[in-house]
């Protein structure tokens, strides 16, 4: 059984978080150890491998990069096939940029300019992910692969960001 079959939600890239949240809290409560205390081995092993299968859906869907991936994964593309590292050059220059000015608010603990950072990579995120689901939905699976590996390296930044700030406080 697949990811989206397991939550029960139809296998696409945008995914309503909360009805995600729901399913999944819902199937868990179906698997919880408490519910199978009297059951036999058997049947604790399944509802132990149920549950395993639930919080594995559940990882794969929350995370856009995840699904995007996954969604690849079932037309059998890997987006992250080590034989193709090609980028665009443009998107490896920005890659630069970002990581410079990261480092630089860093430096001067300029947490303004990192919480900026912050919204504008994650609507460079929100953008790719809306461009993948195009191209996959569209049927352009290396446009939708070369969106997938951006998304990649864009959250990269966000969780560089993101810890640039913690240690700021």
């Known amino acids: 059984m697949n990811a989206f079959e397991t939550m029960g939600l139809a296998p696409t890239f945008f995914v ?4 995600l949240q729901k399913r999944y809290r819902a199937l868990q409560s179906e ?6 205390v009297n059951a036999n081995d058997a049947d ?13 859906a559940y990882q794969t869907l929350r995370d856009p990069v995840r699904r ?7 037309k059998n593309v890997n987006g992250m096939d080590e034989k193709n590292t090609s980028m665009p050059h ?13 480092a630089d608010a860093k430096l001067k603990e300029d947490s303004d ?9 994650q609507s460079v995120m929100d953008s790719l992910g809306d461009t993948f689901a195009a ?19 864009t959250q990269k930044l966000i969780e560089e960001v993101d810890l640039a700030m913690e240690a700021l406080g």
């Open 68 to 74: 995007a991936m996954y969604l690849l994964w079932q």
């Open 135 to 153: 191209a996959y939905d569209g049927g352009h699976l290396p446009v939708a692969t070369t969106l997938a590996r951006k998304m990649r390296f």
């Open 31 to 36: 698997t919880h150890p408490d519910r199978f």
């Open 113 to 121: 300019r990192l919480e900026e950072m912050s919204t504008e990579l």
């Open 44 to 56: 604790k092993r399944a509802a132990l491998e149920r549950a395993t299968q639930i919080n594995e």
């Open 16 to 19: 309503d978080e909360g009805e």
């Open 90 to 102: 443009d998107f490896l220059v920005e890659q630069i940029d970002w990581r410079e000015a990261i």
